[in-house]
């Protein structure tokens, strides 16, 4: 490069800077914290698209509860004393915990069912309060979980649903599930896990009950032990139906679950307008538009079962 066009790009680069770096105020640092598990790319991806780059803008970090819900109170009161701009809470157990924690700091959610029904907000139009953010309708998704998992089973007579009763959603979930069994021509089961060293005997419950597929409720607790849930289930040789699609990863059979890029993508918008000024309480609710069907066929091989091509026709994802 000669001098001369080494100079313009010098010069095009300091013109460039400033609208690289969006409307975010130089030397203010966003502090957004995640109460869960994880920080999913699709939320870094959206907060960059919105001019928040990390380190010089922004410091995002997520407090995890390694499987046990118990602990989002204390982590969420850490959270509190560090008086972060926006708590990001990414399932029911961690949204409750940190409305328990604060009514001021914002809390934008994902993954929590029905949140008028659970009492988090006054209306899903305008919430009110400090909470809002993105839902899943829980009953509707326990039923559309129980029918494809009837539809990749179609003998089955007797499924388990796997569920935790101090998560705030479950029984609203079991009750939907328990109605749609009936439709189904399916009699139910409902082992109930608090505790990972709960999962074997639940497990073995399911077997002396001559259960022949199982659907696990999405939970903290299940899905940090999500390797092993899916062995018991392998080794049971049931059949089972998931939420999060890292389930399936992990090697069961199917998942059904709001797509999680896109869920993230509008956590990240929340995010930005409530650092721009606006009141969390004014922000509407809103409900995913896309769902996603996985499957995994090196399980459905192991366990036997052929994959009806109808069904593998509608899957978003086949692993083979």
Not at 113 to 118: F, K, M, R, S
Not at 189 to 204: G, I, S, Y
Not at 207 to 222: F, S, Y
Not at 290 to 298: Q, S
Request: proline fraction near 7%.
């Amino acid at each position: 490069m000669d001098r001369r066009a080494f100079v313009s790009s010098i010069t095009l680069s300091l013109l460039a800077a400033p609208l690289a770096a969006g409307a975010q105020p130089v030397g203010k640092v966003r502090r957004i914290r995640i109460l869960g598990e994880g920080a999913p790319e699709a939320l870094r991806q959206g907060l960059r698209e919105a001019g928040y780059v990390e380190g010089p803008t922004l410091a995002l970090e997520w407090r995890s509860s390694e499987g046990k819900p118990e602990r989002f109170d204390d982590l969420a009161a850490e959270l509190v004393r560090l008086k972060v701009d926006v708590i990001v809470a990414t399932n029911p157990a961690a949204t409750f915990a940190a409305r328990r924690a604060t009514a001021s700091i914002p809390i934008v959610m994902v993954n929590t069912p029905d949140p008028v029904q659970l009492g988090l907000v006054a209306s899903l139009g305008r919430p009110g309060g400090n909470i809002t953010g993105t839902t899943t309708l829980s009953a509707d998704l326990s039923v559309k979980q129980l029918e494809l998992l009837k539809e990749a089973v179609p003998r089955v007579v007797r499924v388990a649903v796997l569920w935790n009763p101090t998560n705030p959603w479950h029984p609203l979930a079991l009750k939907g599930a328990e109605a749609a069994a009936r439709s189904l021509g399916v009699q139910l089961q409902a082992p109930e896990v608090r505790r990972p060293d709960e999962l074997d005997a639940a497990f073995a419950a399911m077997a002396r009950d001559r259960a022949g597929a199982v659907l696990v409720l999405a939970d903290p607790m299940t899905y940090f032990h999500r390797g092993r849930i899916a062995q018991l289930a392998a080794t049971r040789r049931l059949p089972a139906m998931y939420g999060i699609r890292g389930h399936v990863e992990a090697g069961g059979l199917m998942s059904y679950w709001a797509h999680q890029a896109e869920l993230y993508q509008r956590v990240a918008s929340y995010v930005d307008r409530i650092l721009k000024g606006a009141e969390p309480g004014d922000l509407a609710i809103e409900q995913p538009t896309k769902f996603d069907l996985v499957i995994n066929l090196k399980t459905a091989k192991a366990l036997g079962l052929t994959i009806p091509q109808s069904l593998l026709l509608r899957a978003d994802q086949v692993i083979e």
